[in-house]
C-alpha cells in the first residue's frame, strides 16, 4: 500500500519541480543566446533605394565611407563616420536614392568575394551611378596564418592580370587572388552591363604628415593604379587622395587633429590615436571634396542632382 503521507507530497510539489526546471531550462538559454544589441548601437541595415522610380547613386567602398551601423559608435559626432553617410545631404532626395552600400573592413577583392557586389548588381538599372571606393584595406596578407587576425583579404599589388592561387584560410575555399586594379575593372565593366554610369574614387588620405609638412599621400600606389584603371575603362575618376591632403595642408596639422576623434588613453597607459576614420565633421569635409571631385569631371553626370546645400561647391582644382 502507498504511503498517503508521500503521495500527498508528491502532488503539492511536482508542479514546484516543474516550474524549477522551466527555468534552469530557460535561463540556460538566455545564456547561451549573444546578448542583445545595446539601444544605441542598432544593427546595420544596408539600405536600398528608397524611391524605385528615380535613379540611384550607388555608394561601393570600406569604413571610410561607411563606419559600422552609421551611428558613430554611440559617441554622437566625436564618434568615427564615413563620408557615404554625410554626402546624402548634398544631393536631392526628389531626383535621385543616395544608396551607401559601403561595409566596413572589406578590400576591393573581399567585397566582391563576400556577396556584397552581387547584391548592388541586383538592385542596379539602367541611369543609376556607382562611386567606387576601396583599397584602404587591400594592403595586407592575401592569406593568414592562425592564431593571427584571419581577414585574407589583400590583394595583388598593380593593375596586371596576375593571379595567385591559395587555399583561404578563413573561408576554407580554393580561391584566385587576383590584382587590385583588376577587381575595380570587373566593377566598372559590370556596372557598364547594367546600363549604369561607374566612377572610381581613390581612397582618402590618412592624418599623417611628411617631415616638410606636406600630407602623406597614396599617388604611387593605389591612387596611381585607381586612376590607371579609370582612364583603361573611359570613365570618371575624382582623386579624392589628393584633393583631400590639398585641403588638409590648407587647414593646417591643428585643425585636421579635430577633423578626427580625440586620442583615447587605455587603463595600461596606451593611447589610440585614429589616424583613418574621420569624426563627423571630418565625413562632412570629405563628402565635399567628393562633390568638388565630381564637379570638375567634364561633363559632371552627377550634375542635375545635386541639393541647395551643395551650391557653393567649387570644383576641386586639376
Known sequence: MKNPIRSLCSILFAPIVMVGLCLQTTQAAESAAPPPAPASRPRMRMPEPANPNLPSLFLVGDSTMRNGADDGQGK????????????????????????????????SRTYLTGGHWDRVMAMLKPGDFVVIQLGTNDNGALNDEPPGPLR??????????????????????????????????????????????????????????????????????????????????????????EIIARKYEKLGHDAVMKLFPAPVTAANGRVTDEHTHT???????????????????????LAPYFSAKAAGIVPAAK
Open 279 to 301: 569624426n563627423w565633421a571630418g565625413a562632412v569635409l570629405n563628402a565635399e571634396c567628393v562633390v568638388a571631385g565630381l564637379k570638375a569631371l567634364k561633363p559632371d553626370p
Open 76 to 107: 554622437g559626432p566625436e564618434g568615427m563616420w564615413g563620408w557615404g553617410h554625410t554626402i546624402a545631404d548634398l544631393f536631392d532626395p526628389a531626383k535621385i536614392n543616395v544608396v551607401n552600400r559601403a561595409v566596413g573592413g572589406l578590400s
Open 152 to 241: 585574407a583579404r589583400g590583394t595583388i599589388k598593380g593593375t596586371g592580370e596576375e593571379t595567385k592561387e591559395i587555399d583561404n584560410v578563413m573561408t576554407k575555399k580554393h580561391e584566385i587572388v587576383h590584382t587590385y586594379g583588376w577587381y575595380l575593372r570587373k566593377f566598372v565593366t559590370d556596372a557598364k552591363s547594367k546600363g549604369a554610369t561607374p566612377i572610381i574614387c581613390s581612397i582618402i588620405p590618412r592624418k599623417q604628415w611628411n617631415p616638410d609638412g606636406t600630407v602623406k599621400r597614396d599617388a604611387d600606389t593605389y591612387g596611381a593604379w585607381a586612376r590607371e584603371v579609370a582612364a583603361q575603362e573611359h570613365v570618371g575618376f575624382i582623386d579624392l587622395n
